[in-house]
């Protein structure tokens, strides 16, 4: 009788030997994330030109000056156009499985995976309120499941380089080597050693170059005047705020799995995306920054100033970005949610910052949305090295707030591990609003 490791399939023999191969890989991988994560931020400009009539940067980082009628149009049009495609997409053909899935073995089919990227790059820019980060991942997710078999990678190397050039497209598209390093180890792999995190960060470093050379180079978020200072005030702001938005990611986290897991899956993503997209509009009259990944609403939050007054405006701009956010992914869309993530937890921040400066006048108040931004996104990822790499890179933010920042983000992270049984264990309605094909 023959052995259980006798019945076992070998692994394919690798064409040239392990290190040589991995470090091939990391390296022709990372140059065409990079340049594909370049491109895709490319396509997201000429979209937003050609539907809004303007390109966002940090100084225009919405369609504020874009008229009303043309906002509704975009923002439901593209909807109705994605709606189509998804639906034969998703029903007519191979379907593209998650990066978590193709990093357990899961084949991403490669023209249905570029439809798919190059849909969420579309609504994003249409105005859709979702973010554009899962794209360069489940690229970067492609590119490295097809070289591994081209060179025969075994399968433990063969998911380790799925996450990382997965990772890869995350910091090519945010020019963020060190969030796509975390993003890596921490969330794909969930293992943390000196081999996935030197690979993880060259293909990241490597892939962030690359689209930089295509996209060029801006700070994505201006923070204003961030002196650094972290004074005992500061210290205990940290502190409540991150209790206090520990708790919304752990909300916004909830919220977001539902949506995920009661997508229309049939016909119902015909009628529920479109709809979607005209409430997005409609909301968008009044809350125009609701519109696209978020950036427009962080930067607003940023911008701020430390007027009792500007409150009311940044909690509409709060409430109204996470509901059309979730109504965005329950509709069917197709997306990210660090982006919103941070847009929440910068509005957040900002508010609670106004409320504090009333009675400690320190720092600025783009620090205070700097560190909210950063729990918020810890607590609803579960990833609080990732989420404030990322945004201290996007805001280019002063290395010694790591110590305040660091200090809330643990906060936050622990409250929404202890928030996740109870959350999970309360009953959401599961609706059933789309026909099975």
């Not at 006798?6 to 290190?19: A, L, M, V």
């Amino acid at each position: 009788m023959m052995s259980e490791q006798s019945q076992e399939e070998p692994e394919p023999r690798p064409n040239i030997s392990r290190i040589p191969a991995l470090i091939a890989a990391v390296t022709v991988v990372g140059i065409a994330i990079g340049a594909a994560a370049g491109l895709l931020t490319l396509m997201l400009y000429q979209v937003e030109r050609f539907a809004l009539g303007y390109i966002e940067n940090a100084h225009e980082s919405g369609p504020f000056n874009v008229p009303v009628i043309r906002r509704l149009i975009s923002v439901t049009a593209g909807a109705a156009i994605a709606a189509v495609i998804w639906w034969l997409l998703r029903t007519r053909s191979t379907k593209v499985p998650s990066v978590k899935k193709a990093v357990n073995g899961d084949i991403m089919p490669v023209w249905q995976t570029i439809v798919h990227v190059l849909l969420q790059i579309f609504i994003v820019g249409t105005g859709m309120s979702i973010g554009r980060e899962v794209a360069p991942r489940e690229l970067g997710a492609m590119f490295g499941q097809r070289f591994a078999r081209w060179v025969r990678l075994g399968a433990k190397d063969t998911r380790m380089l799925v996450a990382i050039t997965a990772a890869a497209g995350l910091a090519g598209v945010y020019n963020a080597p060190l969030a796509g390093t975390f993003f890596a180890v921490e969330i794909l792999l969930a293992d943390v050693t000196l081999e996935t995190v030197t690979l993880a960060f060259a293909c990241s470093a490597l892939a962030s170059w690359v689209a930089s050379l295509v996209k060029g180079t801006h700070t994505f978020y201006l923070i204003g005047k961030a002196n650094g200072l972290f004074t005992p005030d500061y210290m205990v702001f940290a502190l409540i705020a991150g209790l206090m938005l520990g708790t919304a990611g752990a909300l916004f986290r909830r919220g977001s799995q539902w949506a995920e897991k009661n997508k229309p899956s049939g016909a119902g993503i015909l009628w529920m995306m479109p709809l979607a997209g005209l409430l997005t509009g409609v909301v968008a009259i009044a809350v125009p920054q609701v519109m696209g990944n978020g950036r427009a609403t962080a930067q607003l939050s940023f911008s701020s100033k430390a007027d009792l007054a500007v409150i009311p405006v940044l909690l509409l701009s709060f409430v109204a970005k996470a509901i059309v956010t979730l109504m965005t992914i329950r509709s069917g869309a197709s997306g990210g949610v660090l982006q919103p993530g941070i847009a929440l937890g910068a509005s957040g921040g900002a508010i609670l910052g106004i409320l504090w400066m009333q009675v400690f006048h320190t720092n600025s108040i783009g620090m205070y949305a700097l560190l909210g931004a950063c729990a918020l996104l810890a607590a609803s990822q579960q990833a609080p090295l990732m989420a404030i790499c990322l945004v201290m890179e996007l805001a280019d933010a002063p290395i010694n707030l790591f110590v305040p920042i660091g200090f809330a983000v643990a906060v936050s992270a622990f409250t929404a591990s202890r928030l996740a049984a109870p959350l999970a264990a309360v009953h959401l309605p599961h609706l059933k609003a789309s026909t099975k094909q």
